[in-house]
């Protein structure tokens, strides 16, 4: 199973709950991907194109129990579900990364990196008290990675939805352990980034909606309580 169907089919287990599942997939992929970088690196040029051709979109994971759309309360951090999805269109094309630009490898990275940061946020959420911890802080050092990786893209507005989802989350995760400073700290990447995003980006419309009520629900409130899962 190549990259992109394994990513679609992990996708389709978030939806379905089966996180854990997902989770194994998210990984193989990324290790697929590995190997292709490393046996396409002889071939690269250092003055690739910036041009990428992975076309990806957004899908609610929880779209079933209404959690995307439900209220949010000015103390409650309210979690990106959704996933990214590559394009099927990819999948008929060919599995191998190695003829791909170096910018289809950072955003096929990042994607796969966040999507496995979601399974073990929903995990943290969603499990035992034992676990809760455990697999919050794997999904924040995931988006912590997805972020360095976010960082090579140079398509500014694919790039965008990148750092939105990722520091969102990561502000969620915040708000469960009561960071309050590192809450307040997402909640201003979140601004800066909305700021410089555009107004006539159709694409990500819905999912900018979303990061904006979490600012100003949130930002500058002096006490963000633990978010309802």
Not at 101 to 127: C, F, K, P, V, W
Not at 151 to 178: E, P, R, V
Request: hydrophobic share 40%; aromatic share 10%.
């Amino acid at each position: 199973m190549n990259i992109f169907s394994l990513n679609c089919q992990a996708v389709g287990l978030l939806r379905e709950g089966q996180y854990n599942e997902a989770s194994a997939l998210f990984r193989a992929a990324l290790n697929q991907l590995l190997s292709h970088i490393v046996e396409g690196k002889q071939g690269l040029s250092s003055q690739g194109s910036h041009e990428g051709i992975v076309k990806f979109r957004s899908v609610a994971i929880r779209e079933s129990t209404g959690s995307s759309s439900k209220a949010l309360h000015y103390d409650a951090f309210s979690l990106y579900d959704r996933a990214f999805l590559l394009d099927e269109g990819m999948v008929a094309e060919g599995s191998s990364l190695a003829s791909l630009e170096q910018e289809d490898r950072n955003i096929t990275s990042a994607i796969l990196l966040y999507n496995l940061g979601l399974a073990y946020h929903l995990m943290g959420i969603g499990g035992t008290l034992s676990s809760h911890d455990h697999n919050l802080r794997k999904a924040l050092k995931l988006y912590k990675m997805m972020l360095d990786v976010a960082d090579h893209c140079h398509n500014d507005d694919d790039c965008k939805i990148f750092y939105l989802a990722a520091w969102n989350n990561m502000g969620h995760i915040y708000s469960q352990f009561c960071e309050e400073g590192q809450v307040q700290s997402c909640l201003d990447w979140l601004r800066s980034v909305l700021a410089v995003a555009s107004d006539n980006d159709e694409t990500w419309n819905e999912d900018y909606f979303h990061f904006t009520m979490n600012i100003l629900l949130l930002h500058g409130h002096s006490t963000v309580v633990a978010a309802a899962a």
